[in-house]
T-cell receptor, first 114, second 115 residues
């Protein structure tokens, strides 16, 4: 039973390009959460999705960032026109129901903007 | 709004000694509390949780945590530290019966166990 799968593990983009981060939740999990980890800042919530629905996007910047979790396929976190400040580790987690028992995390995507 | 504080950025302990990583929280009602560990270049791994019941919770790798409602704390402990315990530790909280409220994480505490 594969865990939460994120790809790519490492992503390098030039300023102004687009970054697409993918997350396949654990089998049987229908809730996906995206977090961003910056040095010295810990883990910051970005967005919470269920299949075809955004439940909470209060932590996601209003511009350039978007997320989806289609009926078929992985969840996608998309960052348009990346800037150096977007460089961070992006983690996806999944849970069944509402995550009462906690989340299962992927290994993350490390985005570097050059 | 719920929040979590991990007052120590770094904790150093000698191998074989007991360790404590501190966590305090702010949330209405009785919270759901979690500890996760992150090894270098890896995702977070679940260690233990408190939902209800006994205030002392036992988890993976010999770790335990004690829920203290009066002090709003949930400190992580281990009686005898191992070098392999060196990692980044995160405390997390969510309100009870909150349905769709995501976990809120602390900033993390880096534990260094010295041989």
């Amino acid at each position: 039973n594969a865990g939460v799968m994120q790809n790519p593990r490492h992503l390098v983009r030039r300023r102004g390009q687009e970054a697409r981060l993918r997350c396949s939740p654990m089998k049987g999990h229908s809730h996906v959460y995206w977090y961003r980890q910056l040095p010295e800042e810990g883990l910051k919530f970005m967005v919470y999705l269920q299949k075809e629905n955004i439940i909470d996007e209060s932590g996601m910047p209003k511009e350039r960032f978007s997320a989806e979790f289609p009926k078929e396929g992985p969840s996608i976190l998309r960052i348009q026109q990346v800037v150096r400040g977007d460089s961070a580790a992006y983690f996806c987690a999944s849970s069944p129901l509402g995550g009462v028992d906690g989340y299962t995390f992927g290994s993350g995507t490390r985005l570097t903007v050059v | 709004a719920q929040s979590v504080a991990q007052p120590e950025d770094q904790v150093n302990v000698a191998e074989g000694n007991p360790l404590t990583v501190k966590c305090t929280y702010s949330v209405s009602g009785n919270p759901y509390l979690f500890w996760y560990v992150q090894y270098p270049n890896r995702g977070l791994q679940f260690l233990l949780k408190y939902i209800t019941g006994d205030n002392l919770v036992k988890g993976s790798y010999g770790f335990e945590a004690e829920f203290n409602k009066s002090q709003t704390s949930f400190h992580l402990k281990k009686p005898s530290a191992l070098v392999s315990d060196s990692a980044l530790y995160f405390c997390a909280v969510r309100p009870p019966l909150s349905g769709n409220t995501p976990l809120v994480f602390g900033k993390g505490t880096r534990l260094s166990v010295i041989a």
